[in-house]
């Protein structure tokens, strides 16, 4: 067996956090990534040999278990330090995913999270359905079609389909007015009352539709037509 340093015993140049400040995170290893953020080894262990044995159980195991069975897999591991990992792999995710956590609690958020998030074309009308969880955090989006400046062509079938392959649990659609006021037509109106039917047979919840300006809203559900 070849051995190994200690982080005690490597060059201070060469100890991961002095390595991450001179180069760069991206250099580092796994294993000294995650002793930078364990911060330091258990009785009788040096950091290093703890993180190696932390990335040796696999991230996917690691994110599967709860704090209590890290602390009984991974010997040393102590409570603040699972949390530690937990807290860095949740980040990470969010990171990766930009609707994570997102959670949308009333029509405000609902036209906030569109402006932010969803690229228009202001010359055209759009149609974008919003797919939820069952606690209203957002899953993805989808402009479901795209037509002219005073005019658009769907089917409730065209925004279900995006719900059936989302999984989701509720929906909440969109469509933006270029030219004119935040107010339904009478064919914005029938389309929504056809699209709750679609979605009640097929269990899903239809939370609102709402029209969009380039600095207002309108919310069907706000209105009494939901």
Known sequence: MYEEKSIKKLPKDLRPREKLSRLGAEVLSEEELVAIILGSGSKGEDVMSLAKRVVGVGWNKINSMSVE???KE????????ACQLKAVIELSKRINDPYSGFKISSPQ?????????????????????LYLTPTNKVIDFEIVAIGRMNSLYAEPKDILYGAIKNGCSSIIIFHNHPK?????????????????QACQLLGFDLLDHIILTRDDYYSMKANGHL
């Open 69 to 71: 069975q890290l602390t």
């Open 74 to 81: 991974i010997k040393g591991l102590g409570f603040a330090k």
């Open 109 to 129: 958020e609902a036209y906030r999270f569109v402006k932010e998030k969803v690229p228009l074309d202001e010359r055209r009308e759009h149609l974008i359905a």
């Open 180 to 196: 004119g006021e935040a107010k339904p037509s009478k064919e914005d109106i029938e389309f929504t009352r056809r699209l709750k």
